[in-house]
């Protein structure tokens, strides 16, 4: 049997105050690090390599599992270094506990995240480094290496250049191909009509010796042979995740959907801090959001919580920065270090917002419902009294999702938890490190911000239980089920009527001496069932597509709109 649950979200003003605890990226930079060839003279490297401060040439570290970050390169001796979260320095450091100073080769050293003082790491001697960073033990080592060569990689990344993408044929914002493993470098792009090769360093120009080419018998292989300058050809376009193998010598182009979408921009709540950036529903290839966007001040759309020059976004297709009129406007794949159009609103208000990136396309709806801004499209339930069991990384897979209504309250019907405790966070993508909504210290209904003693609500008994969650009043309601036989699950209870689960199927129930109208409306606005100066019990909408509809209830001079998701 499919469930239906009435998706139902309240969004308060609430501050994002999450302690630094893990990173899904990790970068090293300083003005000690050089980028481009492992392999190559270190002299070579030091002349034409070296990254600085300047973010967005920071190497990628190399994931080891359980926090742990692995760096092999080249050092200069007596320079700084430290690592950050993001590139354009928004996600998050990690600095030197302490004051700046060499790390010790045998006693290793220690990270912080706190910023006061803002410590760095040096080495005294320059040379090939190991650098292991353990996040969860907030530990630091350097291993002093022999040379570049005998590494499990030739190149810190790859640089794809060319008329197929975004940055066209720039070499200086070519887009990198970050190293994954043994031989293995791999990338996500956003690919034009048009060609493209790659190089293994931005910084010598077009000389045909730091570059691949494609085979001049199988555009699946790579060539050293510069002979034709021949590219690869990009003929559909769309988003590609790109994949090297250099002992294959292989080139892989697989087309992918978009993954998550941010609105960013000083129009929202979080303003032009990415790493707080609202994280948009998704269906398929369209994304909604509904929220409060203050009039003319700009927003854009990210497929990552970052700003990094060389991310993806989407900007106004129009070619200017430029309120949205009538409701409508296109989409244009883009990133910043190119060109930057942004969307306006002329009012503020909350807004419903779909991006719909198969036709690239963007609809801005007024909300009806005003009173209070709206921040977050969802919120994520987990703890061990969930199915997540406080595992962060199955998170996005687990995490008990409470949808909203887009009046600032969050539900979720049936849910099945045991005994055990549970939180709420606001984005699922990030595992612990997004805002964290807490049980509040002095009243179990009520939600705080106050992350103290990360205080959790108790589930004393196993069963399905009906959850809402008012952003606007912070309060919670988790309530248990009956158990035993019955017609269907309450999702609704206003004025009297009640809409119960039966299957595929909406049944209504009225008490006596009411009568109603009930109208059903899938995503797309088509109107698909409905009821008319109806009293008693009747099912609106038979055997029911599963997915998100909208219910109409007009009943005692009061209409009210709920979404529902049938499963």
């Known amino acids: 049997m499919r469930r239906f ?85 928004g996600g998050g450091y ?33 040379g090939w480094y190991q650098i292991t960073c353990d996040l969860q033990a907030l530990t630091i080592r350097a291993e002093k290496q022999e040379s570049g060569a005998g590494q499990t990689f030739l190149y810190q990344a790859l640089y794809m250049v060319g008329d197929a993408t975004l940055t066209d044929w720039d070499l200086s914002k070519s887009l990198r191909m970050e190293y994954v493993d043994g031989a293995t470098y791999s990338g996500e792009f956003y690919l034009k009509a048009g060609h493209f090769k790659l ?14 080419f494609r085979d001049a018998e199988n555009a699946t292989l790579l060539s050293r042979d510069a002979t034709g300058d021949l ?76 700003l990094e020059l060389t991310t993806l976004q989407l900007h106004n297709g129009a070619g200017v920065t430029a309120r949205v009129e009538n409701g409508l406007a296109t989409l244009m794949p883009n990133v910043s270090s190119v060109s930057d ?54 998170f996005p897979e687990k995490a008990v999702k409470l949808f909203s209504n887009g009046d600032n309250t969050y539900s979720a019907q049936g849910v099945e938890l045991v005994e055990g405790v549970f939180k709420l966070l606001t984005a699922n993508d990030r595992g612990w ?20 003693d990360d205080r959790k609500w108790t589930v004393d008994e196993a069963g399905r239980y009906d959850i809402m969650v008012d952003l606007s009043a912070m309060t919670i309601s988790y309530v248990k089920q009956p ?48 009821l008319a100066g109806m009293s008693g019990c009747a099912v609106l909408g038979g055997e029911l597509t599963p997915g998100i509809y909208a219910l109409r209830v007009a009943v005692g001079g009061r209409v009210q709109v709920q979404k529902i998701l049938v499963r």
Not at 104 to 118: F, Y
Not at 233 to 258: C, H, Q, R, S, W
Request: glycine content about 10%; overall charge negative.
């Open 483 to 530: 158990s035993g036989p019955g017609t269907g699950t309450v999702q609704v209870e206003a004025n009297g009527v009640r809409v119960l689960q039966a299957g595929r199927a909406i049944e209504v129930l009225l008490p006596d001496g009411v009568t109603a109208c009930f109208d059903l409306y899938d995503l797309s606005g088509k109107h698909v069932a409905g």
């Open 231 to 306: 590219q690869w050809e990009v003929k559909v376009p769309g988003l590609y995740t790109v994949t090297v193998d250099l002992d294959a010598n292989t080139i892989a182009m697989d087309e992918v959907d978009f993954g998550q979408l941010y609105v960013v921009g000083d129009a929202v709540y979080s303003g032009w801090s990415a790493n707080d950036a609202p994280m948009m529903d998704k269906e398929g290839s369209v994304y909604r959001y509904t929220g409060w966007f203050d009039a003319d001040k700009e927003f854009k759309f990210t497929t990552r919580r970052d």
């Open 5 to 89: 649950f009435i998706l139902s979200v309240f969004l308060p003003f609430i501050i994002n105050v999450c302690v630094l605890s893990a990173a899904d990226r990790l970068f090293i930079a300083g003005d000690a690090v050089s980028d481009g060839l492992v392999q190559s003279l270190a002299a070579d490297v030091q002349g034409d390599g070296s990254v600085s401060w300047h973010g967005e040439l920071a190497p990628v570290m190399h994931p080891e599992g359980d926090d742990v970050f692995t760096f092999t390169g080249w050092f200069a001796a007596d320079k700084e270094f430290k690592f950050i979260q993001d590139r354009n320095w």
């Open 199 to 212: 190089a293994t360093t931005p910084y010598k120009g077009f000389d045909n010796s730091c570059f691949f």
């Open 341 to 394: 159009y942004k969307f306006m609103l002329g009012e503020a208000s909350n807004y419903t917002i779909v991006c719909d990136l198969e036709n690239m396309t963007l609809t801005v709806e007024k909300a009806t419902y005003q009173e209070v801004p709206i921040r977050y499209s969802a919120l994520y339930m987990v703890g061990t009294a969930t199915p997540d069991n406080e595992q962060a990384e199955t």
């Open 433 to 452: 490190n997004t805002t964290n909504l807490y049980r509040d210290a002095e009243d179990a209904s009520k939600v705080s911000e106050d992350g103290t």
């Open 94 to 126: 990690y600095n030197a506990a302490g004051i700046t100073g060499y790390l010790d080769l045998e006693e290793g050293g220690s990270l912080t995240t706190d910023p006061t003082g803002d410590a760095k790491f040096k080495l005294a001697a320059e």
